[in-house]
């Protein structure tokens, strides 16, 4: 049993190692499982080219559905952390914000992923049942030694600030205290208010983009903000593969996450 868990947990630093750099212990993820919520959107039509496009650009990892990897998801380029998502719900739904389990910790490991992803949102009517689906991916997850990163999001009648920071903080604790190894949340707004996200917070913190920005600057801010607040990284989707050249702009921000730049560098980066 002891040998057996130590195992266990030897594959599963082995599997974060292909999502975090292993020299800053930060990471920068794009996750790309919109098709189910939304459809194919601009960006996510032809997969294979924007992942080539990310990968190049330095991310560690993305984060897909199932389907995706099946039907075949590289095209070429270098290596870059598989997550694979296991839960959604779309917009089409009366119930939009109630994510239902669609794949399994042992799919996942079949299709050669790195790490499994699960997405709950804290105040949505059906909020048990999410908890409890979490609850169950986080077993499967420590037996198989599976990294988990939990997507935790405020959305109910209840919440009147989704981007207070005691709610977010909430948030992020949850997602640690039911077993997630990393755990995505937004950004509060600043670096002061992120901070006390982080330090009630005992597993990795990292920050999601949110809607598509209008400002390359604003994106890189928060980006900076949230490393300066002690947060592990980014999981930022659509304003990094939207983006007019999503290669430079994931560069830029994998040197604010990985090299510490400062925004007016990564801006640079993105002109040249």
Not at 97 to 126: F, M, Q, Y
């Amino acid at each position: 049993m002891g040998v057996d868990l130590v195992g266990k947990q030897i594959g599963k630093r082995v599997r974060l190692e292909r999502i975090f750099n292993r020299e800053t212990g930060r990471t920068v993820i794009i996750p790309m499982d919109h098709g189910v919520t939304v459809g194919p959107i601009a960006g996510l039509t032809d997969m294979k080219s924007t992942i080539n496009d990310v990968a190049c650009g330095g991310a560690n990892a993305i984060v897909i559905h199932k389907g995706i990897v099946t039907a075949g998801h590289r095209g070429g380029g270098p290596d870059v952390g598989l997550i694979v998502h296991l839960s959604g719900s779309t917009s089409l739904s009366p119930f939009p914000n109630t994510k239902t389990l669609v794949c399994t910790v042992e799919e996942a490991i079949r299709l050669g992923a790195d790490g499994v992803s699960i997405h709950v949102n804290l105040g949505d009517e059906n909020e048990r049942e999410m908890l409890r689906d979490f609850g169950e991916v986080a077993h499967k997850a420590f037996e198989w030694g599976m990294p988990l990163l939990a997507m935790i999001y405020p959305r109910g009648p209840k919440i009147k600030d989704s981007y207070d920071p005691d709610v977010i903080a909430h948030c992020a604790r949850l997602g640690a205290e039911l077993g997630a190894d990393v755990v995505k949340v937004s950004y509060t707004g600043s670096p002061e208010t992120f901070r006390k996200v982080v330090e009630g917070c005992p597993v990795p913190v990292v920050i999601a983009g949110g809607p598509k920005m209008d400002s390359d600057r604003a994106v890189l801010e928060m980006v900076k903000g949230a490393i300066e607040a002690g947060g592990a990284g980014v999981s930022i989707g659509r304003n990094a593969f939207q983006h007019a050249n999503p290669r430079k702009m994931v560069r830029a921000i994998a040197r604010i996450v990985h090299e510490n730049i400062s925004v007016d560098e990564a801006m640079k980066e993105l002109e040249d």
